[in-house]
């Protein structure tokens, strides 16, 4: 037990409470690199396994449908593991789910039961709500001033999973013939257990009583202008990054392109999301998140209007980098917004909750994405996209900006 858990655990509080923050930083970006991995696995095949198996084209991206699905529902859950029992109980059921939704989902895969693959896919949700909670652990690592740095110098891990994820695909898909990607899933459920290797050091301090008791009712706090403005465009960000990415990798082998040119689309695509995380804590500072915001949805529409301008491979990358980018400056953003709308006892609650909305308004869009490929083609998909963007610019634009919300004392 560290320092910091023991002292809580005893009633007495941390002498130095970010004592071990630069090792939790770099436990959780290592964390969220092996982590981010596994969600890459997903969207790269996920689409193509259900095409293959499920007894309609129109349900080829239900399972990753069911993975957002699974996000949402388990947001929740996992905060609660979390006020009750600590972040690092949180963190380690995830990637309990992380080593189940590899080995289910390679047995699916070999017995050929689409229903079974997708049912696995509830667990890598799971697993995929825990991990992205790690930003938020980061900020309790730090002390105000250095929160937005910590948050994207954990999310800056996720350029490696761009890297681990696709490589994994290419260079294990066809290791079980004739049973494609049921060797990567089996892959995906190692990496699981060796991030929760990386996660058994992480050292953050148990849940006081004030956390216990919540702080203000949690409608209170949704109410704040801020925090719904926050919740949009997470919103807005997450559902059309998912939305258009769900749908590029089939749209491109319907436009007759290789599975290779397909992994190194997605690459380059969870690269742009995570990469720019080595500075935007820093933009955050200087500029502010509104701003980083409306940045990032602005670059979620050029990468729309990319994607309309051809169906080449330059065309696809292009599109998915900007698509990564904007995710980056809009999601980072809205979860600095998020931070300035809670006391320090009452974030568990708050951030699961801003959470739950963001990823179950997205499994909307994640279930649209495949009808509407399938059905009106890739043109469709990306024009869609534009209306959810002019409701979170709107939003920005007419939000008062208000003053943080003042923190109780510790």
Do not use: K
């Not at 825990?130 to 001033?145: G, H, K, N, Q, T």
């Not at 954990?154 to 260079?171: E, K, N, R």
């Not at 998020?338 to 009452?346: D, F, G, K, S």
């Amino acid at each position: 037990m560290s320092q910091a858990e023991a002292g809580t655990t005893t009633g007495l509080a941390p002498a130095t409470p970010y004592a071990h923050e630069l090792g939790n930083v770099l436990r959780l970006a290592v964390a969220q690199a092996l982590a981010g991995a596994n969600a890459v696995v997903v969207y790269a095949t996920g689409a193509i396994v259900g095409n293959t198996l499920a007894p309609s084209p129109a349900l080829a991206t239900l399972p990753i449908s069911i993975f957002v699905v699974g996000m949402a529902a388990c947001t929740l859950p996992a905060g609660a593991i979390a006020r009750r029992h600590g972040r690092r109980a949180a963190f380690l059921a995830g990637t309990a789910c992380g080593v189940l939704v590899g080995l289910l989902s390679a047995l699916g895969v070999v017995l050929g039961a689409f229903w079974l693959f997708c049912a696995a896919m509830i667990f890598g949700g799971a697993y995929a709500a825990v991990v992205l909670s790690f930003r938020f652990a980061a900020a309790d690592c730090a002390p105000l001033e250095r929160r937005a740095r910590a948050m994207s110098a954990v999310m800056a891990g996720g350029v490696f999973a761009g890297v681990i994820g696709p490589q994994l695909v290419t260079h294990t898909m066809g290791l079980w013939p004739p049973h494609l990607f049921a060797a990567t899933y089996l892959a995906q459920a190692a990496v699981s257990a060796v991030s929760a290797l990386v996660l058994l050091g992480v050292r953050l301090p148990m849940p006081t009583a004030a956390e216990l008791a919540g702080g203000r009712a949690i409608g209170i706090v949704a109410r704040q202008p801020r925090f719904l403005t926050a919740v949009i465009c997470g919103i807005v960000s997450y559902l059309l990054m998912n939305f258009i990415m769900t749908a590029a990798p089939l749209a491109m082998r319907l436009c007759g392109l290789s599975q290779e040119a397909s992994n190194l689309g997605l690459q380059w695509h969870v690269i742009a999301m995570y990469a720019p995380s080595f500075f935007t804590g820093r933009l955050i500072t200087r500029f502010g998140a509104r701003r980083m915001v409306a940045a990032g949805l602005g670059l979620i529409a050029a990468a729309a209007a990319v994607g309309l301008a051809g169906v080449d491979v330059a065309h696809f990358w292009l599109s998915l980098t900007l698509l990564g980018v904007g995710w980056n400056f809009g999601f980072l953003g809205a979860s600095a917004l998020v931070l300035e709308c809670h006391r320090p006892e009452e974030r568990t609650r708050v951030q699961s909750l801003n959470d739950f909305l963001v990823f179950g308004t997205m499994a909307l869009g994640s279930f649209a994405s495949g009808g509407l490929l399938t059905a009106y083609g890739w043109d469709t998909v990306l024009q869609v996209s534009f209306a959810p963007l002019v409701v979170a610019l709107a939003a920005l634009a007419v939000t008062v900006s208000a003053a943080p919300t003042p923190p109780s004392p510790r």
